[in-house]
Every structure is written in C-alpha cells, then in structure tokens.
C-alpha cells in the first residue's frame, strides 16, 4: 500500500522506526507523558540525524524534502508519542514552511540554519481564546512603533510555545471597513524570551510531553526584521501554511491509529476469554479488521494530497479532505482497540486510552472536521 513512496522514504521510515524502538519505547512515553518531561533529547537527535533539515532547501543546509517525506517522518513519529510527533511539525515543518511561503531571503538565511541545526524551534500563534474556529476574529493587535511594532493580547492554545525559541505570532494590524476582517493581520516573528512575553499552560489530557499554552503578549516589541509576509496580508500566508500543517496533522492521526490497532490486534491474540483467545470471536476481531481498512484508505488520501502539494502546489480541498478523513478514522480505530483491551485499555495509563485521547486533541488541532467539511463544500461550491 506503499504506492507513493520511494526507496529513500522507506529507508527513512525504518530508520525513524529504528531510532524510536531503541530510545522511545512504551515505558519511556508513559513516564514523558506522566512527568510532563519537555522531549528536548528527541529533538536533539533529530537535529544530529539531519531530520530537522528535511523542510530545508539545500542552500540552507538542508535536504531540501518534499511534504512526503515529512508525512512519512511525522507518521512513524505519531505511532510512537503525538508528543514528538507535534513537537516535530510545530518546530520544524511550520517554521521552515512559512519561511518559504513568505519569508524575506535574510529571514531565510537567519532562521533555516538554526532549523537545521535544532537551534530554533518555532510555534504558531494563531488561534486565541475568543478566536478558534474564526481566527479572523483576533483580537491581538500590533501597532506601529518608531522601527518596529508593539504587540498585545493573549493567544492560546499554542502547541509547544513556551519551549520554542521563535513564535509566528498574527495580530492585527489594520481594520479596513467593507472589506473582509481577513484583511488586516499580520504575521512576526517573535524571539522567545522577549520582554512582556508570557506563558501559561493549558490542561489538555494528552500530549502532556508538549506543553499547550496560553501565550501572553503585554508590550511586545519587535523590529520591522521581524514581520513575516505583507503588513496586512497574513491571513493569506497562514491559508497558505495550512496544507503541511494539515497534511502533517492528518499523518500523525494515521499513525497513531496504526499503533492503537497493532496493539489491539496483539492484545487480541493474547488475551483470552471463554477457554480461546478473543481474536476468534467475530465481535472483536472485524472492528480492527475495519479499522485496518479505513486507515489504509486515509493514508493514501494523505499521501496522493501531499504528493498533489509537491507537485502542483497549493491544495486547501485535498488537505482538509486527508485531515477531515484521517481523523474521524483515528477517532474509530482508537475506540475500537480500546475495546478489544476492555477495562485493561481503561486504566490512566494504558496507552490505548493515551491514543484514544491524542487523537480526539489532534482532530481539534489545525480546525476541527467541522471546519474542513466546510471548506471542501467551499470548494465544490456549496458555500
Ligand atoms: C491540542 C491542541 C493544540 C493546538 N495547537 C495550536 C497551535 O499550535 N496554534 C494555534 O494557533 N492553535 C492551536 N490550537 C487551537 C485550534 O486550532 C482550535 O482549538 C481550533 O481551531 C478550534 O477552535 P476553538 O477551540 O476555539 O473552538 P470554536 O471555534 O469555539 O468551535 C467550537 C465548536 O464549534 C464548531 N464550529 C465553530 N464554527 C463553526 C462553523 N462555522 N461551522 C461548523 N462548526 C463550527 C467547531 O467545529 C467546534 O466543534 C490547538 C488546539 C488543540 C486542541
């Protein structure tokens, strides 16, 4: 079923594999997870292994890797912990993306680097409190200050701000009457730690590793090296972020609906009830038999998706189509192996119930289905 991938991508997933078998194995992710313990050494070794340097052209000593290659890396990485997995995505793939779609060449040469090298790891801060869904809503503003801007107003929740050492940060910076409120917001890069940058974190039950927080901008100032993109055209670039975001979000929901029904299915062979294993009854076994199914048909939606965004460029309907997809299949495909594990996949550490609950996050993160049902019927022309 690997029909999109490449010799070189499958030798990078049994590599990541690999390396993840050694270092991150079921125990090591209860304890991460239960001790709230920031995975710095996993990223660290990514740097060391040139990983973070996929999204990176060559010019800036990466390895110039398609959006493929990471859905494969971010993939294998979920089957193991949605931690590193978003760790990964958030640090490396929406940094060197949104440098590519609207970064300066000097941003380009001041920043890829330090990605490669694992130095600078970035986070978007996007949503707020009272905007999610309808971020066109934010209420952050940045005003013109003499060379420079002043940004205020409280963002959240932002996946892994508080450890990473550049947010893209959108504000808005213009109202425009008439006009859509899209109009008006603007992108920066904001070095962590900052003068009146603050952190709180949000009490999210799973992807505890990765700290979710609530991020405070109370006189924030920075230069005018530091906007992203065109004063006022953000919302665009962020559109335009959103496919390898949510290409990437949808692999790493596959992955760890490929995990959960691994181990379902060897829960399955080992446990038994009524003097025989409970693979044998029907009842048990064709949920993960269906699951499998569903998950090899959103994993080729994201593949074809991604590989349409390598070649074609843009691709909003294919890449809400793979998130919408991958998600509600994770969502199914975890609750069916915590089934099949009954009280044993209940307990507060089971990692049935860890994957059930990674999932549900995921599937908020980057806009809900509901969001990307309504942008795929935007583009059949429904809306
Ligand atoms: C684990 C996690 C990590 C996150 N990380 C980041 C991050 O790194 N950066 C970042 O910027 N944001 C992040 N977010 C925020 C995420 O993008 C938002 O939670 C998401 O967009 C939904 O916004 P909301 O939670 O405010 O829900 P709301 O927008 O208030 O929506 C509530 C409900 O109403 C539904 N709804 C709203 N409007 C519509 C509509 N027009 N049509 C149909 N249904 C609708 C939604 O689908 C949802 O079910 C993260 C969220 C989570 C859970």
């Given at each position: 079923?690997d029909?999109?991938l490449?010799?070189?991508q499958?030798?990078?997933?049994?590599?990541?594999?690999?390396?993840?078998?050694?270092h991150?194995?079921?125990?090591?992710?209860?304890?991460?997870?239960?001790?709230?313990?920031?995975?710095?050494d996993?990223?660290?070794?990514?740097?060391?292994?040139?990983?973070?340097?996929?999204?990176?052209?060559?010019e800036?000593?990466?390895?110039?890797?398609?959006?493929?290659?990471l859905?494969v890396?971010?993939?294998?990485?979920?089957k193991?912990s949605?931690?590193?997995?978003?760790?990964?995505?958030?640090?490396t793939?929406?940094?060197?993306?949104?440098?590519h779609?609207?970064?300066?060449?000097?941003?380009?040469?001041?920043?890829?680097?330090?990605?490669?090298?694992?130095?600078?790891?970035?986070?978007?801060?996007?949503?707020?409190?009272?905007a999610?869904?309808?971020?066109?809503?934010?209420?952050?503003?940045?005003?013109?200050?003499?060379?420079?801007?002043?940004?205020?107003?409280?963002?959240?929740?932002?996946?892994?701000?508080e450890?990473?050492?550049?947010?893209i940060t959108?504000?808005?910076?213009?109202?425009?009457?008439?006009?859509?409120?899209?109009?008006?917001?603007?992108?920066f890069?904001?070095?962590?730690?900052?003068?009146?940058?603050?952190?709180e974190?949000?009490?999210?039950?799973?992807m505890?590793?990765?700290m979710?927080?609530n991020?405070?901008?109370?006189d924030?100032?920075?230069?005018?090296?530091?906007?992203l993109?065109?004063?006022d055209?953000?919302f665009?670039?962020?559109?335009?972020l959103m496919?390898?975001?949510?290409?990437?979000?949808?692999?790493?929901?596959?992955?760890?609906?490929?995990?959960?029904?691994?181990d379902?299915?060897?829960?399955?062979?080992?446990?038994?009830?009524?003097?025989?294993?409970?693979?044998?009854f029907?009842?048990?076994?064709?949920?993960?038999a269906?699951?499998q199914?569903?998950?090899?048909a959103?994993?080729?939606?994201?593949?074809?998706?991604?590989?349409?965004?390598?070649?074609e460029?843009?691709?909003p309907?294919?890449?809400?189509?793979a998130?919408?997809?991958a998600?509600?299949?994770?969502?199914r495909?975890t609750?069916?192996?915590?089934?099949?594990?009954?009280?044993?996949?209940?307990?507060?550490?089971?990692?049935?119930?860890?994957?059930?609950?990674e999932?549900?996050?995921?599937e908020?993160?980057?806009g809900?289905?509901?969001?990307?049902?309504?942008i795929?019927?935007?583009?059949?022309?429904l809306?």
């Amino acid at each position: 079923m690997d029909v999109y991938l490449t010799p070189q991508q499958l030798d990078l997933r049994s590599d990541v594999r690999a390396f993840l078998d050694e270092h991150y194995p079921p125990e090591r992710i209860l304890q991460m997870e239960n001790d709230e313990e920031y995975p710095d050494d996993f990223y660290r070794e990514c740097a060391a292994r040139g990983w973070t340097g996929i999204p990176v052209p060559h010019e800036q000593g990466g390895s110039d890797g398609s959006v493929v290659d990471l859905c494969v890396f971010v993939e294998e990485v979920g089957k193991t912990s949605i931690s590193l997995a978003t760790l990964y995505i958030t640090g490396t793939i929406f940094g060197s993306h949104a440098l590519h779609i609207c970064g300066t060449r000097a941003q380009a040469d001041a920043y890829l680097p330090a990605i490669v090298s694992g130095d600078k790891r970035f986070a978007l801060s996007m949503s707020e409190p009272g905007a999610g869904s309808d971020f066109a809503g934010m209420e952050a503003t940045a005003e013109r200050v003499d060379g420079g801007w002043r940004i205020n107003g409280v963002k959240g929740p932002i996946s892994g701000a508080e450890r990473a050492e550049v947010i893209i940060t959108a504000a808005r910076t213009g109202t425009f009457p008439g006009q859509s409120r899209q109009k008006g917001i603007s992108l920066f890069l904001v070095d962590n730690p900052s003068p009146g940058l603050s952190f709180e974190q949000r009490k999210f039950p799973a992807m505890k590793a990765l700290m979710v927080n609530n991020v405070t901008y109370d006189d924030v100032i920075v230069s005018d090296d530091a906007v992203l993109g065109e004063i006022d055209g953000g919302f665009l670039n962020l559109a335009k972020l959103m496919d390898p975001e949510r290409l990437a979000n949808a692999a790493q929901a596959i992955g760890v609906a490929q995990a959960a029904i691994d181990d379902g299915v060897r829960y399955a062979r080992e446990r038994e009830q009524y003097g025989k294993p409970i693979a044998r009854f029907q009842a048990v076994s064709h949920p993960l038999a269906e699951a499998q199914a569903e998950v090899a048909a959103a994993r080729l939606l994201i593949y074809a998706a991604a590989h349409k965004r390598d070649v074609e460029g843009p691709c909003p309907m294919e890449a809400s189509m793979a998130k919408m997809l991958a998600n509600n299949v994770a969502g199914r495909a975890t609750n069916a192996a915590l089934q099949v594990a009954g009280a044993t996949g209940w307990e507060a550490d089971s990692p049935f119930l860890r994957r059930t609950l990674e999932v549900r996050g995921c599937e908020l993160g980057g806009g809900t289905s509901q969001i990307q049902r309504n942008i795929i019927a935007r583009h059949m022309g429904l809306r």
